[in-house]
T-cell receptor, first 112, second 116 residues
Framework: DAKTTQPNSMESNEEEPVHLPCNHS???????IHWYRQLPSQGPEYVIH???SNVNNRMASLAIAEDRKSSTLILHRATLRDAAVYYC?????????????FGGGTRLMVKP | DAGVTQSPTHLIKTRGQQVTLRCSPK?????VSWYQQALGQGPQFIFQ???????QRGNFPDRFSGHQFPNYSSELNVNALLLGDSALYLC???????????????FGPGTRLTVL
């Protein structure tokens, strides 16, 4: 499986944008990029996914580099509730129920 | 609409014992996956059930087994418990038929297992 590399931790101020990077230099042409986050004492929750084009949804935006070797999850205005561990995951299949291979993720801390 | 539910929330066992964890998927979901999350690490995939069959399996020994029932709920069984089995066990459900959430897995809050 292709691997992802994320910083262990990042800090942000409340109400400021946050850019969470992910490197995936060995990504294959059929790998989708998924992001999940895990709030304290909860199971992970889906955030967003994409293949080649940038994606937006109500939670976040996903910016994918032209060569697809890196991507950035963008939280437009961080809130205290966004403090969580964010996981960048490559999945070669687009579809429900596919095995997710989690790495260590990035722990995001949000300061008031 | 109830999300994914898991029981029990916490469990303490001793080495060598056996444990059964339970999961009820989100309404309308037919696929259940199990993950093990050790403290400070990301979740690791154990296996997945669809149509009462194990469809995918991660790198876990045969001591880990599961079952899916006709109502799509699932059980995870672990035999001959080791200290290293202490972890948060997460259940995730999904649906191959729901186009709007086709790419999402919905996770429960987990069962915290402590092996002494």
């Amino acid at each position: 499986d292709a691997k992802t590399t994320q910083p262990n931790s990042m800090e942000s101020n409340e109400e400021e944008p946050v850019h969470l990077p992910c490197n995936h230099s060995t990504i294959s042409g059929t790998d989708y990029i998924h992001w999940y986050r895990q709030l304290p004492s909860q199971g992970p929750e889906y955030v967003i996914h994409g293949l080649t084009s940038n994606v937006n949804n109500r939670m976040a935006s996903l910016a994918i580099a032209e060569d697809r070797k890196s991507s950035t999850l963008i939280l437009h205005r961080a809130t205290l509730r966004d403090a969580a561990v964010y996981y960048c995951i490559l999945n070669y299949l687009l579809g429900a129920g596919n095995m997710l291979t989690f790495g260590g993720g990035t722990r995001l801390m949000v300061k008031p | 609409d109830a999300g994914v539910t898991q029981s029990p929330t916490h469990l303490i066992k001793t080495r060598g014992q056996q444990v059964t964890l339970r999961c009820s998927p989100k309404s309308g979901h037919d696929t259940v996956s199990w993950y093990q999350q050790a403290l400070g690490q990301g979740p690791q995939f154990i296996f997945q059930y669809y149509e009462e069959e194990e469809r995918q399996r991660g790198n876990f020994p045969d001591r880990f087994s599961g079952h899916q029932f006709p109502n799509y709920s699932s059980e995870l069984n672990v035999n001959a418990l080791l200290l290293g089995d202490s972890a948060l066990y997460l259940c995730a459900s999904s649906s191959a038929l729901d186009i709007s959430t086709y790419n999402e897995q919905f996770f429960g809050p987990g069962t915290r297992l402590t092996v002494l």
